[in-house]
């Protein structure tokens, strides 16, 4: 098993400010830093798989590798933060239709009432979804 690695000066994470997300690159073409951006921008395991098809092993309990000082698996969970609070939506009724209506009942009441009012819930679409997936897709949107 491979002991701890040290990045301090060979690595240069720069982060590229976007409005959607930011990108990771680095200034070297080592594996270490290669792994460093992978985990940043697609998650740790990711740079599990990464690292593991160079024979190498990314522990989830350990400290493995420092990107910039930083533990790899940290730097993954502060990405993967930022990306789940910029996911959030805000669910509307854009018009008073009654599907649309029933829509929102189950969004915000659950499937229940709904059901009690129509009856069979694969009849009703919202969004273009049964209203079930619809639900589980924006049960915890703003309302």
Do not use: W
């Amino acid at each position: 098993m491979k002991t701890q690695l040290l990045l301090a000066a060979s690595l240069f994470v720069s982060v590229t400010a976007s409005a959607q997300s930011n990108t990771y690159f680095s200034k070297d073409n080592k594996l270490e830093s290669n792994l460093c951006v992978v985990s940043a921008n697609e998650g740790f395991s990711a740079a599990r798989k990464m690292a593991a098809k160079h024979g190498m092993y990314l522990s989830r309990y350990s400290k493995s590798i420092l990107c910039n000082g930083q533990d790899i698996r940290d730097i993954a969970k502060k990405e993967s933060a930022v990306q789940v609070a910029s996911s959030k939506v805000e669910v509307f009724a854009k018009d008073s239709h009654q599907e649309t209506q029933l829509c929102m009942t189950a969004l915000k009441q659950g499937l229940q009432p709904v059901r009690k009012q129509i009856g069979n819930l694969n009849t009703l679409k919202c969004n273009g979804q049964n209203v079930t997936d619809f639900v589980k897709r924006y049960q915890d949107a703003a309302i």
